[in-house]
């Protein structure tokens, strides 16, 4: 070959690799946003809600966002640290637990009052209604809050000693979410001890704990049917979560990027998390019967009677909030009533 042949072949090539450097530069991300969370990478709040809610995010801004997801066997995943994180912009947005730390959410923690919310879809619409309306105060001021949500009405899980009426709780140590529920245990007789998702099967088979109150995909998540043998089904109560942001990360976002997030952020990712509920729910539950541990399902009767046992213990946790700078615990209750209420009977209005 010639000396300019090659010279000319050696150009074509360099300008060829240029021009597809170029191309996968142009293809990259221009922006990546860290979220994270508190449970195993195998779960549905990565699996169903992170993953496909970053998917979502980057068709809308045409690749220029990619979101990067960072779980709890990553040094970002404690529980009691995520809404923290994001505030001091450690990591750009966060899914957490309002009850850990506790008395953080002190207005948000009224939905859950016991036996006050059975259904994931009813009980998230009805949290979000609560913070649309100004009614949860203070509460996550810090944030740019892209959704609230709870789960489906949680159940009693227990290793040796079955649940079947309000005299079997009594002196039994279980593992609690958040104070409005260890307020519930307390009242009942119980002894709630707070514990985060990661140390219950250790607890557990310790014997350090008797059971905990979480929903059927907790349980599933951590392994912990392989220990229980029973699980009570009253719908006692419910715990409260948040997608959070960090307002000024979302601030110095292009417009675009904005519009985005908020396009699928609120409203229309709260409405998907009772059928993700449903999903996890129906895992865990079947997890347990291959197990072949016993499930005590409570009927309606039966468990409205233990709804008009708690309502000392409503009136006092409610009042209780005054001190910690709610102002009209009371009205948030009603208004959380009747909101559930509503949303039951949209979406559960031919329920047996």
Avoid at 57 to 63: C, H, Q, V
Avoid at 206 to 227: M, Q
Avoid at 284 to 302: L, R, V
């Amino acid at each position: 070959m010639k000396p300019t042949t090659l010279r000319k072949t050696l150009l074509g090539l360099l300008t060829g690799a240029t021009i597809l450097a170029s191309a996968g530069i142009a293809q990259a991300a221009d922006i990546t946003l860290k979220v994270s969370h508190y449970l195993p990478p195998s779960h549905g709040f990565q699996k169903d809600f992170l993953e496909n809610w970053g998917k979502e995010l980057s068709e809308k801004t045409n690749g220029k966002v990619e979101v990067k997801i960072f779980d709890a066997t990553s040094a970002f995943g404690k529980i009691d640290r995520q809404a923290d994180q994001v505030r001091a912009g450690v990591m750009d947005m966060a899914v957490g637990l309002n009850g850990i730390p506790r008395d953080r959410y002190p207005a948000a923690s009224i939905i859950e009052m016991p036996f006050l919310v059975k259904h994931a879809d009813s009980g998230s619409e009805t949290l979000w209604q609560l913070y649309k309306e100004g009614l949860l105060g203070s509460d996550y001021q810090d944030f740019k809050v892209l959704g609230l949500f709870t789960h489906e009405g949680g159940l009693i899980h227990t290793l040796d000693t079955p649940v079947r009426s309000l005299d079997d709780l009594k002196g039994l140590r279980l593992r609690t979410p958040s104070p409005a529920v260890s307020a519930m245990l307390e009242s009942l007789g119980a002894s709630p001890v707070g514990l985060p998702p990661s140390a219950i099967y250790e607890n557990l088979q310790k014997g350090n704990i008797e059971g905990l109150v979480t929903t059927w995909d907790l349980v599933n998540a951590v392994k912990a049917n392989e220990l229980l043998k029973y699980h009570t089904d009253a719908a006692a109560y419910t715990a409260g979560f948040y997608f959070v942001m960090n307002q000024k990360k979302y601030d110095s976002l292009p417009e675009d990027v904005r519009a985005a997030i908020d396009e699928i952020s609120g409203d229309s990712l709260v409405v998907k998390f009772g059928d993700w509920w449903n999903k996890w729910e129906a895992a865990g539950k079947a997890d347990a019967e291959k197990h072949g541990n016993e499930i005590i399902k409570i009927d309606d009767a039966t468990r409205a009677e233990w709804q008009a046992s708690v309502q000392p213990m409503i009136k006092e946790y409610l009042a209780s909030l005054k001190e910690k700078g709610v102002a009209d615990p009371e009205a948030i209750y009603k208004r959380a009533q009747e909101l559930n209420a509503e949303f039951d009977a949209k979406y559960h209005a031919g329920d047996k």
